[in-house]
């Protein structure tokens, strides 16, 4: 789960607490890096799709989600997020 912003970290952590609830196996940057670079952490561990969290998708009630071997990214509802990823 990346965060694009500090101001956003609080509901990353919630998105990520409820991807693990679920079962997602769920990994959050604690360093406060920027997006670029947590996107970076994200493929040199070789993760398959990341969520990010941004100002503009959580006013739409969405976060995007990105694969990324293909680097396509869609905006996917919170309330249909467990079954996207």
């Known amino acids: 789960v990346v965060s694009v912003s500090e101001s956003v970290r ?3 952590i919630e ?3 409820q991807l693990r609830r679920a079962g997602v196996s769920t990994e959050m940057d604690l ?3 920027g997006m670029r670079k947590q996107l970076d952490n994200a493929n ?5 799709k990341v969520v990010i ?3 503009r998708e959580l006013a739409e009630g969405c976060v995007a989600v990105r694969d990324m071997s293909t680097a396509e990214q869609k905006k996917v509802k919170l309330e249909e ?3 996207y990823v």
């Open 44 to 48: 040199t561990k070789g993760v398959s």
């Open 81 to 83: 997020l467990l079954e």
């Open 31 to 33: 360093l406060s890096r």
């Open 53 to 55: 969290v941004g100002e």
């Open 15 to 17: 998105v990520a607490q």
């Open 10 to 12: 609080p509901k990353a």
